[in-house]
């Protein structure tokens, strides 16, 4: 099974990731190089007993350092319900080693200036990569980027997004938005990301002990992630929103009451954020429905809420399952929770509501929620004019800023499963292709030609550039996912 062999298809994800991340100017490893080779391994990718014969695959992954919170873990004591301790417990003179080597190589402004102190040393570590790592999260959270896999193991100890396995960038807004298949409990789920990273927190603080008291660790955490995470959060958003002159109070609100309009009219995350650089302050009403035509455009079809909202259980299971949380709550407790039957009946509640949906109706409710929303943005931004003398510069740098900050494109699953399906065929090119839109997230897109005389240079096979082809003759990579991409499940 060679489980601690990389494939083709999980390595192109990775590679192209790590790069698209660092474009978008959020800390993480690079990627230097992906090399494939002829030997196989078996993978059952969905678990699902198809199992098949991959390509083992390395990804040569670059980083200041690869040591993570887990690293600090290898000491914990025997756990008071399993018994299973660290490989390295009761070893106190490594900890004590491993954290001096890391605060005085990757922290050596702290080292300085705590050198005669080493609690007070260890507490300035902890309070940085607290807030490193709430601003780490609030920046993931602005692009609708999802790890998938948020353990103590995940963390970086100097605050990069590392290892990327069933990530996912989010497409239509849901706050609930889960991109790892295998995570049946939602533990990581978009919205929840903020809160775990928070608890692996936590868990450093706790194998820090005693180097560093818990006491002072846990005040740290409580009084910095939430507020660090908050700050740089708003702070991000409101130049998503191109507010550069004012902060109000209000803004939390406005958006809070965007992302809410997102997820009632299922908008592409990206995109939205993409389209308001070119929302026009003033009054005409012809501009307004054009731009309100444009926003809808980019809503969820009653064809795709329809296989979001699609039921994932059999009416009997169901049954069977409701039926035991009243009869046997033990037993149920082992093979269900409450919340997955909540959802699942909600599923069901929506997808009968959109039996009844017309794309007219759908369309009407929309703008109807979109210009409610339009509205209280085009007060705020009347606002921020007031505050200047120059209307037109503020114009100017209003949608600089925006357009700096809201990628058109990022890695959809769609995306990286086209270039996954033309690698696997042997032809790299599309891989290469989309690398070169990543390196430039904020910018226009070229033309394909050159990348398809490129690969007809390097002499792919008849089989590999009919691939490329049809990959190529596929939607732009900024567009909203195509309906076939809602099957793709990462795990």
């Known amino acids: 099974?060679?489980?601690?062999?990389?494939?083709?298809?999980?390595?192109?994800?990775?590679?192209?990731?790590?790069?698209?991340?660092?474009?978008?100017?959020?800390?993480?490893?690079?990627?230097?190089?992906?090399?494939?080779?002829?030997?196989?391994?078996?993978?059952?990718?969905?678990?699902?007993?198809?199992?098949?014969?991959?390509?083992?695959?390395?990804?040569?992954?670059?980083?200041?350092?690869?040591?993570?919170?887990?690293?600090?873990?290898?000491?914990?004591?025997?756990?008071?319900?399993?018994?299973?301790?660290?490989?390295?417990?009761?070893?106190?003179?490594?900890?004590?080693?491993?954290?001096?080597?890391?605060?005085?190589?990757?922290?050596?402004?702290?080292?300085?200036?705590?050198?005669?102190?080493?609690?007070?040393?260890?507490?300035?570590?902890?309070?940085?990569?607290?807030?490193?790592?709430?601003?780490?999260?609030?920046?993931?959270?602005?692009?609708?980027?999802?790890?998938?896999?948020?353990?103590?193991?995940?963390?970086?100890?100097?605050?990069?997004?590392?290892?990327?396995?069933?990530?996912?960038?989010?497409?239509?807004?849901?706050?609930?938005?889960?991109?790892?298949?295998?995570?049946?409990?939602?533990?990581?789920?978009?919205?929840?990301?903020?809160?775990?990273?928070?608890?692996?927190?936590?868990?450093?603080?706790?194998?820090?002990?005693?180097?560093?008291?818990?006491?002072?660790?846990?005040?740290?955490?409580?009084?910095?992630?939430?507020?660090?995470?908050?700050?740089?959060?708003?702070?991000?958003?409101?130049?998503?929103?191109?507010?550069?002159?004012?902060?109000?109070?209000?803004?939390?609100?406005?958006?809070?009451?965007?992302?809410?309009?997102?997820?009632?009219?299922?908008?592409?995350?990206?995109?939205?954020?993409?389209?308001?650089?070119?929302?026009?302050?003033?009054?005409?009403?012809?501009?307004f429905e054009d731009f309100l035509e444009e926003l809808t455009s980019q809503c969820a079809s009653v064809e795709e809420l329809k296989v979001a909202f699609k039921p994932q259980m059999d009416p009997r299971q169901l049954s069977m399952m409701l039926m035991l949380a009243q009869s046997n709550p033990q037993l149920f407790a082992l093979i269900g929770t409450k919340a997955n039957i909540n959802k699942e009946l909600e599923r069901i509640e929506q997808f009968s509501k959109l039996q009844q949906l017309t794309a007219a109706d759908l369309l009407s409710r929309n703008k109807r929620h979109w210009k409610e929303w339009l509205e209280k943005y085009r007060v705020r931004l009347q606002k921020e004019i007031e505050s200047v003398g120059d209307a037109d510069a503020w114009n100017t740098d209003h949608v600089k800023v925006m357009n700096s900050n809201n990628p058109k494109y990022i890695l959809r699953n769609y995306i990286a499963q086209n270039a996954i399906e033309a690698a696997e065929n042997g032809d790299f090119s599309e891989v290469r292709n989309v690398l070169k839109f990543l390196e430039h997230p904020f910018q226009e897109a070229g033309s394909f030609r050159e990348v398809e005389e490129n690969a007809e240079e390097e002499g792919a096979t008849a089989t590999a550039a009919a691939c490329a082809e049809e990959t190529r003759s596929r939607l732009p990579y900024c567009s909203k996912p195509p309906l076939w991409a809602s099957e793709l499940c990462v795990t």
């Not at 992906?34 to 678990?47: A, L, M, N, W």
């Not at 040569?60 to 417990?89: C, H, M, N, Q, W």
């Not at 100890?157 to 995570?183: A, K, Q, W």
């Open 1 to 287: 099974q060679a489980d601690g062999r990389k494939v083709l298809r999980s390595s192109i994800r990775e590679f192209l990731c790590s790069e698209a991340m660092f474009h978008l100017g959020i800390p993480t490893t690079r990627a230097g190089t992906c090399v494939t080779s002829d030997s196989k391994v078996v993978r059952d990718i969905f678990y699902d007993g198809n199992p098949k014969n991959e390509r083992c695959t390395v990804v040569l992954r670059i980083a200041s350092t690869f040591l993570r919170f887990g690293s600090f873990e290898i000491f914990k004591p025997p756990d008071e319900y399993t018994g299973r301790k660290g490989p390295s417990v009761n070893r106190n003179d490594i900890r004590i080693q491993m954290l001096d080597y890391v605060i005085s190589t990757f922290y050596p402004e702290i080292q300085e200036a705590y050198s005669d102190n080493s609690i007070q040393r260890n507490a300035a570590f902890f309070k940085e990569i607290t807030k490193r790592t709430a601003r780490l999260v609030a920046e993931w959270q602005c692009v609708g980027f999802c790890h998938g896999v948020l353990n103590t193991d995940n963390m970086s100890i100097v605050g990069l997004t590392i290892d990327y396995g069933p990530f996912g960038f989010m497409d239509r807004y849901d706050p609930e938005h889960v991109c790892n298949g295998s995570d049946n409990t939602g533990r990581y789920a978009y919205n929840k990301q903020p809160e775990i990273c928070k608890w692996n927190l936590g868990k450093l603080a706790e194998a820090l002990v005693p180097e560093l008291p818990l006491e002072i660790s846990e005040l740290i955490l409580e009084e910095e992630y939430n507020a660090e995470f908050e700050k740089h959060y708003l702070q991000k958003m409101r130049k998503k929103l191109g507010l550069i002159q004012l902060e109000l109070e209000e803004d939390s609100k406005l958006v809070s009451e965007l992302l809410e309009t997102m997820h009632l009219t299922g908008g592409d995350f990206t995109n939205i954020f993409y389209l308001l650089s070119s929302f026009s302050v003033d009054n005409d009403p012809s501009k």
